[in-house]
C-alpha cells in the first residue's frame, strides 16, 4: 500500500488559510449590509450567540481553541465518549418499550408485539399506576425472561413487585445469571414524586437488601434506578436534572456501603435515566456530562475503571409532548431518540406520539418502537462510536453544562444530600425558578411550540384515547410545554361547546396584499393559538366600509393590519370606525412607539399585537374581553 506523503495529500490546499478574523471581518460586512448590528471585532459573535438555560451561551463558531480538554477514548474514564469501547456500535442501544397497560391480558399482548416488532427489553409499570403486581405473571406470559430483560417501575409498591418477579424466575427456572434487568427502586424519586417521606429509611434499606440480594446471586438485574425525569417534568434545566441525578446516586452509594456492599458493587446496581428533548445537541451534550460526573464520583470513591462507567435509560421528554396535533410529537421525539443515540445512551425510550392524551394505541406504539429501528436500521446511527466527538461544539457545551451540573451537585450536597435537600424545599425552589423562565420564553413565543404556539390548526379533531392509571403525585409539579396555550384553548372548546361557534376577531386589513399580508398571517397564528378564529373575509378593507364589514363577520373583536405607512394615514380612522361598531377590544398588528402609539390608543386600540410581545397575556385578556369563562 502506498501511503502519500502529507505535501501531497493536504485537503483544501488551494485555497489560502482562514483565520477567525477573517471570519469575522466578513460576518462584520454582513451585519452592517443588513443593519442588524454595527459590531466588529470578538463583538460580532456575542450579536450572533444564543442564551440557553443555566446562563450556557451558544457562540456562532468554535474552533479547536474553544476546547482545551480531553474527552478521552470511548470505555475509558471519564467516558465521556461512551461507557463502552465499541460504543454500541455491535448491537445498538437497548429499544425499551414503557408499558402501563392496567389489564394485564392486553398488557401481555402489547408485550408479545413489541418483542416480535423491534424492541428488545420490557418497562412495566406495575402497582398503582400500572398492571397490578400480582397480575405480573400474567402480563409476562410467554416473555422468555432469559432473553428479554424486565425492568420494573412500580412505585411504593417496589418491594413487592421485585419479590414477585424474582419468584417468577424460580418459578419459571430462569437460571440466575440469566435473569436480566432492573428492580426499580428509588426510594428518593418516589419522594420527588409523592412529596412522602414517611417511610424513606425503610424504603431505603428495602432497596438495600434487594441489591444485596442482586449482587449475590443475579449478576445480570440491578436493584435501583437514579430517576431523574421527575426533576426534568417538574421544569428543571439540563444541569439541574444531572445535578439532582449525581445527589441521588451518591446518597444510594452511601446506603449501599451502610448495609456492606462495596463501593464497585454499589455503583453496579445503579442505572440512571435521563430525558431526551427535541434540542438534539443538549441532550447529546447532556448525556455525555452525565458519564463524566458519574465517573469523576467513581474516582472519588475509589471505583475502579470497570465500574465507573454510567448506565444510562434515555426517554423521551413527557414536557416537550403536545396534546394539540398530537401528530407533531413523531417528529420531536424522532429528533430526541437520534439525540440520545448520538449521546451513547445504553438504552432509549421512545414514547408513543399519543401518550399525553392516554393509553396509547397500536399505531403509535409502533410509530415508537419503528423510530428507533429506522436511526439503527437504515440510518446506521449506532455504527459510529461517539458521532458527536470532536465536534468542538459538543465538547465546549459538554463541558459547560458538566461544570455547571457539578455546581448544583454541590449545592444539594451542602445542604445535607438529597434527601436533605428536598426536606428544605431547596431543589423545589430551584426547579421553580428555572420554570418560571421558561414559562416566560413560552409565553412570549421566544420557544415556540409548533401546533401549539405556532401554525396551530383550529378545525383538528381531537385525539381521544383510553385514560391511563393516575400516577402518583403530590410532591414535584409536572409542566408542559403547552400547559399556558392549552388553558387557553380549553376555554375555546368550553366556548364552542357551549354556543356552537368559537370566539372570533375580525381581521380588518387595510390597503393591497402586499402591504398587509405579512401581519394579516402573524395575527391570525397568534389568535388561532389561544383558540381565536380569525375572521378575514373581505380581503381588504377602509374607513368607509370597516364597520359594515366588522358588523357581518359575526366577530366581537378586531385586529386592524397593514404597513406602518398605511398605519399613518387610515390607522386612526379605522380604529375609531370599529369602537364605533361595537368592536371590543380592538388590536393593532405592530409595536407603533411614541407619538403615533399614544395616536392610536385615543382612536380605540385597546392593544397591540408583535413579535416577542407576551401572547398569553395577550390572548387571555381578549378572551376575558370576548367574554369567554
Known amino acids: 500500500m502506498t501511503v502519500l506523503p502529507d505535501d501531497e495529500f493536504s485537503l483544501a490546499a488551494e485555497f489560502p488559510d482562514a483565520s ?40 456562532p463558531l468554535y474552533t479547536s481553541s474553544d476546547f482545551a480538554g480531553d ?56 402497582g398503582a399506576a400500572g398492571v397490578p ?48 434487568g432492573n428492580l426499580g427502586a428509588d426510594p428518593l424519586g418516589l419522594l420527588a414524586r409523592t412529596g412522602d417521606a414517611s417511610d424513606l429509611d425503610g424504603q431505603c434499606a428495602s432497596a438495600a437488601r434487594l441489591a444485596e440480594t442482586c449482587h449475590g446471586g443475579y449478576p445480570g438485574l440491578r436493584a435501583l434506578t437514579v430517576d431523574a425525569l421527575p426533576y426534568h417534568e417538574a421544569g428543571g434545566s439540563a444541569a439541574q436534572e444531572l445535578g439532582a441525578s449525581l445527589a441521588t446516586g451518591v446518597a444510594y452509594l452511601r446506603e449501599l456501603t451502610a448495609a456492606g456492599l462495596t463501593a464497585e458493587a454499589a455503583c453496579a446496581q445503579l442505572e440512571f435515566r435521563y430525558a431526551a428533548t427535541a434540542d438534539q445537541f443538549l441532550t447529546t451534550a447532556k448525556l455525555r456530562a452525565a458519564r463524566r460526573l458519574w465517573a469523576r464520583v467513581a474516582q472519588v470513591c475509589s471505583v475502579g475503571p470497570a465500574g465507573a462507567a454510567q448506565r444510562q435509560h434515555a426517554v423521551t421528554s413527557r414536557v416537550m409532548m403536545a396534546r394539540r396535533d398530537p401528530w407533531v410529537n413523531m417528529l420531536r421525539t424522532t429528533v430526541a431518540c437520534l439525540a440520545a443515540g448520538v449521546g451513547g445512551a445504553d438504552a432509549v425510550t421512545v414514547l408513543p406520539f399519543d401518550s399525553a392524551l392516554g393509553l396509547p394505541d397500536a399505531f403509535a406504539r409502533r410509530i415508537a418502537r419503528n423510530t428507533s429501528s429506522i436511526l439503527l436500521e437504515e440510518s446506521h446511527l449506532a455504527q459510529v462510536i461517539d458521532p458527536a466527538g470532536g465536534s468542538w461544539y459538543v465538547e465546549r457545551l459538554t463541558d459547560e453544562l458538566a461544570r455547571k451540573a457539578w455546581e448544583f451537585f454541590q449545592e444539594i450536597e451542602n445542604a445535607g444530600g438529597q434527601a436533605a435537600a428536598w426536606r428544605s424545599g431547596l431543589v423545589a425552589e430551584r426547579l421553580a425558578q428555572s420554570w418560571e423562565r421558561r414559562s416566560a420564553d413560552l409565553a412570549h413565543r421566544r420557544e415556540p411550540v409548533t401546533g401549539v404556539s405556532e401554525f396551530p390548526h383550529l378545525a383538528e379533531e381531537p385525539v381521544q384515547r383510553a385514560p391511563a392509571p393516575p400516577e402518583p403525585g403530590g410532591g414535584l409539579p409536572k409542566v408542559r410545554r403547552d400547559e399556558a396555550f392549552e388553558e387557553l384553548r380549553a376555554r375555546s372548546d368550553a366556548h364552542l361547546a357551549a354556543t356552537g ?36 373575509e373581505p380581503e381588504t378593507v377602509g374607513e368607509a366600509d370597516v364597520a359594515e364589514a366588522f358588523t357581518d363577520s359575526g366577530a366581537k373583536a378586531a385586529c386592524v393590519c397593514s404597513s406602518d405607512k398605511l398605519y399613518a394615514e387610515q390607522a386612526e380612522g379605522v380604529a375609531a370606525a370599529l369602537v364605533a361598531a361595537g368592536a371590543d377590544p380592538v388590536l393593532l398588528a405592530g409595536r407603533p412607539s411614541g407619538a403615533e402609539r399614544e395616536a392610536y390608543l385615543r382612536a380605540g386600540v385597546g392593544e397591540f399585537v408583535y413579535s416577542g410581545g407576551d401572547a398569553v397575556a395577550l390572548l387571555s385578556s381578549v378572551l376575558d374581553r370576548l367574554g369567554v369563562a
Open 20 to 59: 477567525r478574523d477573517d471570519w469575522r471581518r466578513l460576518v462584520e460586512g454582513v451585519l452592517r449590509k443588513t443593519g442588524a448590528a454595527e459590531a466588529s471585532g470578538p463583538a460580532v459573535e456575542d450579536v450572533l450567540a444564543t442564551e440557553l438555560e443555566d446562563g450556557l451561551t451558544v457562540r
Open 501 to 536: 361557534a368559537r370566539p372570533r376577531v375580525f381581521i380588518a386589513a387595510l390597503g393591497p396584499a402586499a402591504a398587509h399580508t405579512a401581519r394579516v398571517g402573524f395575527a391570525a397564528n397568534l389568535l388561532q393559538a389561544g383558540g381565536i378564529e380569525p375572521v378575514h
Open 71 to 126: 474527552a478521552g477514548c470511548p470505555g475509558a474514564p471519564p467516558f465521556v465518549r461512551g461507557g463502552k469501547p465499541e460504543g454500541n456500535a455491535l448491537t445498538g442501544w437497548d429499544v425499551r418499550q414503557l408499558h402501563r397497560q392496567p389489564d394485564a391480558a392486553r398488557c401481555n399482548e402489547e408485550m408479545l408485539a413489541d418483542l416480535e416488532n423491534g424492541v428488545t427489553s420490557l418497562w412495566v409499570s406495575a
Open 133 to 180: 403486581v400480582e397480575r405480573l405473571p400474567d402480563a409476562l406470559d410467554g416473555v422468555h425472561l432469559d432473553l428479554a430483560p424486565v425492568h420494573l417501575d412500580a412505585g411504593a409498591e417496589f418491594d413487592a413487585a421485585a419479590r414477585e418477579l424474582l419468584r417468577l424466575y424460580e418459578t419459571r427456572s430462569v437460571p440466575p445469571r440469566a435473569a436480566l
